[in-house]
C-alpha cells in the first residue's frame, strides 16, 4: 500500500513522514516518531492514555489517523516541560504522588493542561468531569485531583 | 531480622518522609519505557490467534496459507512448544494455556501465532490460518459446575481432599477445609443466627497496560527479553522451563509496568514471543490488544459462597461457618482455599468451619488480584456480619470490636496472631468523625474489615558505594507503585545520609540474584529487610576502613549519623570521617565499598484494615453513588506515606468498581461479551468523592522498623462496606456483586 505523506508540527517542531493511510495517529507518533509518552491502553478510545492536542482540541490519537494530522498542530506530553523546567501540572503531580504506576500520566497531563487551558479555576467537580476520559487504574483519583487543584492555583498566580 | 524496639521511640531521620521519587520525572514527561516502549534491530510484530469457542477439540490446524504470505517469518502452534514440563502438574496447565494442546478451553484461548514484519501483514496471516473444531458443550457459572450433569472440562480430575477418592471424575479439582471447636456446638448456644448465600461476578484486574514483551532468542541458546511483569525472575525460570532453555542465558529485564495488581505474575505471551523470536531468528515484539487482555489474561474468581453465624444475646459470637465455591478458569487453583482461610480471619472464635471448592469453568485461567480471594469472602461474613447485629439490636462497630481477634487469638486458618490492627481499626472507626456526618433520604452508611496475610519470600540486594559517596541500590523486586522511592529511604536512613544521595534501580536477571515476585504486597516489606541488611553489611566496610585510614582497631570504631567515629577518649583528637570521605580513599583502603544481601524475608505481618462510606441510591434508576470514603489501615510503619495513602487509596477504588458495576459478562455461547472499556466499566474520575485515608502503626515484630505490607487490604472490605451502606440507605440485602443498577431496581421492586 502506498504511503501518505505528511507535513504537520508536533510540539513546536516542522515534522514530515509517510504512514499507511489506515495507520493511526498514535501508532504514528510511537512507532514512526520515537514519542512513546502516548501510550496505548485500549485502542477504541476508552481510556485516554494516549490524549494529545490536536489544534487545540482534546482527542484520544488512537482514534485520529495519522493522515489527518496534515497541516496540523499536535501537543503530546513531550513537549511539556521547557527544557529542563516542568510545567507546573508535571511538578504537582510528582510532589502530591499523582502517579503510582505512571501509564496513565502522560494522557492525564496532557487533559489537564487542556482542561486549565480552557477553565483556569475548576472546581473540584469540573476536575472530577474534565478528566473522566482518562482512566487511572492506581490511584482512585484522589491524588490526581489534588495535585491539578494545586497546579491551577500556582498557573493563577503565575 | 527482628523489630528493633530502639526505633520505636526514634525519630527517624528519612524514613516517614515524602521526597519525590526517584523515577518520577522519566513518567511524566513521557520518557519512562514501559512493555511496549522498547524496540530492538530487526524486530517483527507477533500476533496470537484465540479461540472463538468456550470449550472444542481442535482436530485439526492448517498454517500453510499463512507461512507463503510474503512477510510472515514463522508461525507457531503448540506443536512448536513441545512439553517439557516432566511431570509437573502446574507448569503443564501454563504451557497449555499459553497454546492450547488439542482443546481450547475458553473463549480467546491462544491456538496459534504468528511472526511478521509489520502489524498488517500478522494480521492478515492469522486469518489465513485454518482451524477445525468440534464444539463441546461448555459452562461457565461456578454453580452450574459443579452439578453432576455439567459438561466435563477435564475428566482427568478427581476432586482432592475428600476423605474417599471420588470413583467419577468432576469439574470440582480440591476440596480443603479450615477452623477448629465445633461448630454444631456453637450455633446450639447461640440465641440469633443468620444465614445467607451471596454471589459474585468475576472481575478483572484491569491494568491500563497491556501485556507487552520483545523477545530475542539467538541459535546459540542465549536469548533476552523486556517485558512487564510483577516478577522478573519468575517469568526468566518459567520462560526458561517451557523453551528448554537456561535460565542463566535467558536475561529479563522488567519494564516500567503499568499496573498488575496480580495480573502481571503469570506467562501468557511472554513464551510465545520466545518461541516465535527462535523459530524466526529475529526479534519479536508482542502487545496484547485489550479485548484480549480481557479474554485471555488473568481475571478473578466468580464465587458462590454460604455463610452462617450465630451470637448470643450479648453480641458473642459463639459459631461461624462458610462454604466457598470459586472458578479458577479450567486449570486447577488455590483460590476458594484462600477465600475459606480469610472469611473469619477478622474475628476471635471459639468455633469455627470453612470449606472451599475450587470449580474449573470455560472462562480464562483465574490470576492474582490484589488480596486474591478475601474480597468475594469478605463481602459475604461482613455482609452477614451486619445482618447479626442489626437482628441482635447492636451496633456493627460495637458488634466487630468484641468480637475482634486480638494478640493470641487463634486465626480461623489456624495460627496464633501476634500484635495486630483489627482492633484499633475498629476503635478509630469508632471515634472517626465521619461516623457522625449528617445522612440525608435515600444516603446510607456502611462499613467493613478486611485481612490479608502478606507476604514476605526470597529476596536479594545489592548496595553499591561511589567513590563520590552517593550510593546505588539494586533491588529485584519490580516496582509497582513507588517502591524505588521507600527503599531509597530506608538506605538513607540506615546509612544515615541524605535521601538525594540514594539512586535505586530494579536489577535485571543477570545482575542480581534471584527475587520473589512482588506480589503479597512484598515489594516494600521484603526489599526493605534486604536493604537494611545490605546497609548493615556495607557499614561493617566502612568502619573497616575507617579503622585503616586512621590506624586503630576497627572494633573502636563505630557508625553514627552518616560517619564512622572513633571511640573512646584515646582517640579524642581525632575527628569522624563521612561516608563521602571514606569512599573517597576506597581505592586505596582495600578497593569498591558494597553491601549485600540475601535472604528469605520471614514474618510479614498479617495486616487489617476497616472502611466507613456513605453512598446514595437512585431509587428510580437503581444507581449508587458513593459520596464520603473513610480508609483506616495498618501499615506496622509507613516508609514513605504518602505512597502508602496511594495504596489504600487505590485498592478502595477498585474494591468500589467492583462492588458497583464490574463484571465479566458472558452470553449462553460461553463468549465473553464486553471485553472493552466501554461495557467493563471501572471506575472514573467523576464516579468517586475524595478517598480519606487513616494511618495506624501497629509495629510488625518481624522487622527493624516495624514495617508491614499494606498493597492490598484496602480491596478487601468494600463490597461489603457498600453493601452495607446500600442496605442502610434503602432497606434491601444485595448478596449479588456487583451491586448493579438493574440488580439494584430489581431488589428494590421485590421490596415492594
Not at chain 2, 68 to 93: E, F, H, N, Q, R
Not at chain 2, 500 to 512: F, M, R, Y
Request: hydrophobic residues 40%; charged residues 20%.
Amino acid at each position: 500500500m502506498a504511503g501518505v505523506a505528511v507535513s504537520t508540527t508536533i510540539n513546536g517542531d516542522s515534522v514530515e513522514y509517510l504512514c499507511q493511510p489506515d495507520e493511526t495517529l498514535l501508532d504514528v507518533l510511537r512507532d514512526r516518531l520515537g514519542l512513546t509518552g502516548a501510550k496505548e491502553g485500549c485502542g477504541t478510545g476508552d481510556c485516554g492514555a494516549c490524549s494529545i492536542i490536536l489544534d487545540d482540541r482534546l482527542v484520544c490519537s488512537c482514534l485520529v489517523l495519522g493522515a489527518e494530522a496534515e497541516g496540523r498542530r499536535v501537543e503530546t506530553v513531550e513537549g511539556m516541560a521547557h527544557g529542563d523546567r516542568l510545567h507546573p501540572l508535571q511538578q504537582k503531580f510528582l510532589e502530591h504522588a499523582a502517579l503510582q504506576c505512571g501509564i496513565c500520566t502522560p494522557g492525564f497531563l496532557i487533559a489537564a493542561k487542556d482542561l486549565l487551558a480552557k477553565n483556569p479555576d475548576p472546581t473540584e467537580e469540573e476536575i472530577r468531569f474534565g478528566l473522566a476520559g482518562n482512566l487511572c487504574r492506581c490511584t482512585g483519583y484522589d491524588k490526581i485531583v489534588r495535585a491539578v487543584q494545586d497546579a491551577a492555583n500556582v498557573m493563577k498566580g503565575a | 531480622m527482628n523489630f528493633d524496639p530502639r526505633y520505636s521511640g526514634r525519630n527517624f531521620s528519612s524514613v516517614g518522609t515524602r521526597p519525590i521519587r526517584p523515577d518520577g520525572v522519566d513518567k511524566v514527561t513521557g520518557r519512562a519505557r514501559y512493555g511496549a516502549d522498547f524496540n530492538m534491530a530487526g524486530q517483527l510484530v507477533g500476533r496470537v490467534l484465540r479461540s472463538p469457542h468456550a470449550h472444542a477439540k481442535i482436530t485439526k490446524i492448517d498454517t500453510s496459507k499463512a507461512e507463503k504470505l510474503p512477510g510472515v517469518k514463522a508461525v507457531i502452534t503448540a506443536a512448536d512448544l513441545p512439553d517439557l514440563t516432566d511431570g509437573d502438574a502446574s507448569m503443564y496447565d501454563v504451557l497449555d494455556n499459553c497454546m492450547a494442546r488439542g482443546k481450547v478451553l475458553y473463549d480467546g484461548h491462544a491456538v496459534a501465532a504468528v511472526a511478521a514484519v509489520d502489524a498488517r501483514t500478522a494480521r492478515q496471516a492469522l486469518k489465513l490460518i485454518e482451524v477445525y473444531y468440534e464444539i463441546l458443550p461448555h459452562v461457565t457459572d461456578v454453580d452450574e459446575a459443579m452439578k453432576h450433569a455439567a459438561p466435563l472440562i477435564n475428566d482427568a480430575i478427581f476432586t482432592e481432599g475428600l476423605e474417599e477418592k471420588p470413583v467419577k471424575p468432576s469439574n470440582v479439582t480440591k476440596r480443603s477445609q479450615f477452623g477448629h471447636g465445633d461448630v454444631h456446638q456453637g450455633f446450639g448456644h447461640a440465641d440469633f443466627i443468620v444465614e445467607r448465600s451471596f454471589k459474585t461476578e468475576q472481575t478483572h484486574q484491569g491494568y491500563i497496560e497491556p501485556h507487552a514483551c520483545v523477545a530475542n532468542v539467538s541459535s546459540d541458546g542465549t536469548a533476552d527479553l523486556w517485558v512487564c511483569t510483577q516478577g522478573h525472575f519468575v517469568y526468566r525460570q518459567h520462560c526458561a522451563q517451557l523453551l528448554g532453555l537456561e535460565a542463566s542465558k535467558l536475561r529479563v529485564t522488567s519494564s516500567e509496568i503499568g499496573g498488575g495488581f496480580g495480573g502481571k505474575t503469570h506467562v501468557w505471551a511472554e513464551p510465545v514471543a520466545l518461541a516465535l523470536s527462535r523459530k524466526a531468528g529475529r526479534p519479536v515484539k508482542l502487545v496484547m490488544t485489550r479485548e484480549e487482555v480481557f479474554r485471555a489474561s488473568g481475571p478473578t474468581s466468580a464465587t458462590s459462597i454460604d455463610v452462617k453465624i450465630g451470637a448470643r444475646k450479648d453480641g458473642t459470637i459463639t459459631a461461624a461457618e462458610a462454604t466457598l465455591r470459586y472458578t479458577s478458569g479450567p486449570y486447577a487453583g488455590m483460590w476458594a482455599e484462600l477465600g475459606a482461610m480469610t472469611a473469619f480471619a477478622c474475628y476471635k472464635l471459639d468455633n469455627v468451619k470453612t470449606v472451599g471448592y475450587e470449580v474449573l469453568v470455560n472462562r480464562p485461567k483465574t490470576a492474582a488480584y490484589r488480596a486474591p480471594s478475601a474480597p468475594m469472602a469478605a463481602f459475604a461474613v461482613e455482609s452477614a456480619v451486619d445482618e447479626l447485629a442489626k437482628e441482635i439490636g447492636i451496633d456493627p462497630v460495637e458488634f466487630r470490636i468484641k468480637n475482634a481477634a486480638q494478640e493470641g487469638t487463634r486465626a480461623s486458618y489456624g495460627p496464633v496472631y501476634g500484635p495486630i490492627g483489627i482492633g484499633p481499626t475498629l476503635e478509630a472507626a469508632k471515634h472517626h468523625p465521619h461516623m457522625k456526618a449528617p445522612l440525608a433520604k435515600n444516603q446510607g452508611r456502611g462499613m467493613a474489615c478486611g485481612f490479608w496475610f502478606n507476604f514476605g519470600g526470597q529476596t536479594c540486594t545489592d548496595l553499591n558505594i561511589g567513590m563520590d559517596g552517593t550510593v546505588s541500590l539494586a533491588v529485584g523486586t519490580v516496582d509497582v507503585g513507588g517502591s524505588r522511592a521507600s527503599l531509597s529511604l530506608v538506605a538513607a536512613e540506615e546509612l544515615g545520609i541524605d535521601y538525594s544521595h540514594v539512586k535505586a534501580i530494579v536489577a535485571d536477571t543477570s545482575s542480581l540474584g534471584y527475587n520473589d515476585m512482588t506480589d503479597g504486597s512484598r515489594g516494600t516489606f521484603s526489599s526493605s529487610m534486604a536493604t537494611i541488611s545490605a546497609a548493615r553489611n556495607a557499614i561493617k566496610v566502612l568502619r573497616d576502613r575507617a579503622a585503616q585510614m586512621w590506624d586503630i582497631p576497627v572494633d573502636d570504631v563505630i557508625w553514627e549519623n552518616g560517619q564512622a567515629i572513633a571511640k573512646g577518649e584515646k582517640y579524642g583528637n581525632l575527628s569522624p570521617l563521612s561516608l563521602k570521605e571514606i569512599a573517597a580513599q576506597s581505592g586505596k583502603t582495600g578497593g569498591p565499598i558494597a553491601g549485600h544481601s540475601e535472604l528469605v524475608a520471614d514474618g510479614a505481618g498479617v495486616s487489617f484494615a476497616t472502611h466507613i462510606c456513605d453512598i446514595e441510591v437512585d431509587p428510580e434508576t437503581g444507581a449508587t453513588r458513593v459520596l464520603r470514603y473513610t480508609v483506616i489501615q495498618d501499615a506496622g510503619k509507613a516508609v514513605h506515606p504518602t505512597y502508602v495513602e496511594g495504596q489504600y487509596q487505590g485498592g478502595a477504588a477498585q474494591g468500589i468498581g467492583w462492588a458497583l458495576n464490574e463484571e465479566y459478562i458472558y452470553g449462553k455461547d460461553g463468549r465473553l461479551q464486553n471485553a472493552g472499556f466501554l461495557d467493563y466499566r471501572i471506575p472514573v474520575c467523576s464516579d468517586l468523592p475524595m478517598i480519606d485515608t487513616q494511618i495506624l502503626e501497629i509495629p510488625n515484630p518481624n522487622h527493624p522498623y516495624g514495617v508491614r505490607g499494606v498493597g492490598e487490604t484496602s480491596i478487601v472490605p468494600p463490597l461489603a462496606a457498600i453493601a452495607n451502606a446500600v442496605s442502610n440507605a434503602v432497606g434491601v440485602r444485595m448478596t449479588h456483586i456487583p451491586m448493579s443498577p438493574p440488580r439494584i431496581l430489581a431488589a428494590l421492586e421485590a421490596e415492594g
